[in-house]
């Protein structure tokens, strides 16, 4: 990898971000404080905001057009619940590819003190959004266990179903960081790709319910296995297809390494263009 003037491995790169681990924490902590700062409710924000929108998910899709899971719905609770894990895992991947494509525009002071290493903040972004889902995961745990009247062992694997997603974002930010940093209109064309993924995602509806034709065509789709296997894990006490999950993995190490590639070959021309 270049970088200014340099050349670094892949080692080197990923082994400085660890290096880092501190100022990362910092600033994600900084981001979050500022998030809610001078707010009446705060934090509470990350939960009121998902139940807000999970109380109008439900109506559209659960009573006004009737969407269905099959057997594995019995009322309009259950149905709350599954659609609250697709909204989760989406939610994470919208709002750190959404932001992407602005975060260095966002930070052109860093830009330009050399020292800061800028790889750092699609880490923060990831860690911030990261944090917030956390918080509506418990939230899911807790209502699925009452709902449910227990957990099942397969809900313990839900951190290796959530560890391969977060290293994809982590990729895609800075793809779409450094992009972004050069072609200004790629934020407005990732929120209207954002947008229609939402709805060609299993977020209101089971892949299941989709004709067999085009089911195959969902393995594409970034969020699918995340949140198909979230819903099999909390709901159904099954594990997740291991082969599928581990060939998921092997893809998000993938466009890490080349999200890691692209920043560092165009990082040096981010003073150029800001």
Not at 26 to 31: A, P, S, V
Not at 71 to 98: D, K, R
Not at 157 to 167: D, V, W
Not at 175 to 196: C, E, N, P
Request: with cysteine; proline share 5%.
């Amino acid at each position: 990898m270049n970088t200014q003037g340099g050349t670094v491995s892949g080692w080197h790169f990923f082994g400085g971000l660890v290096q880092q681990r501190q100022l990362i924490a910092k600033l994600i902590w900084r981001e979050m404080h500022g998030r809610y700062r001078g707010s009446l409710l705060g934090v509470l924000w990350s939960f009121v905001t998902p139940l807000l929108m999970l109380a109008v998910y439900t109506y559209v899709f659960g009573v006004v057009f009737n969407a269905r899971w099959g057997v594995q719905q019995a009322n309009h609770g259950s149905f709350a619940l599954l659609l609250f894990a697709g909204i989760t895992v989406f939610s994470l991947f919208a709002e750190v590819v959404g932001r992407a494509p602005v975060l260095i525009v966002q930070q052109a002071n860093y830009v330009k003190k050399v020292v800061f290493p800028l790889e750092v903040l699609p880490v923060v972004a990831v860690g911030v959004a990261a944090l917030h889902t956390l918080i509506t995961l418990l939230l899911l745990v807790v209502a699925a266990t009452v709902m449910t009247h227990g957990l099942p062992a397969s809900a313990f694997c839900i951190p290796l179903i959530f560890a391969p997603l977060l290293l994809l974002l982590l990729g895609l930010g800075w793809i779409l960081s450094a992009i972004g940093t050069y072609l200004r209109d790629i934020g407005q064309v990732i929120g209207l790709l954002v947008t229609a993924l939402q709805f060609l995602s299993p977020v209101f509806y089971p892949v299941s319910a989709l004709p067999a034709g085009m089911q195959p065509w969902l393995r594409f789709n970034p969020v699918s296995l995340p949140i198909e296997a979230l819903r099999a894990a909390l709901f159904e006490g099954r594990w997740p297809d291991w082969a599928a999950l581990g060939a998921y993995s092997v893809c998000a190490l993938g466009i890490a390494a080349l999200g890691a590639w692209l920043f560092v070959r165009l990082r040096p021309g981010f003073a150029d263009v800001l």
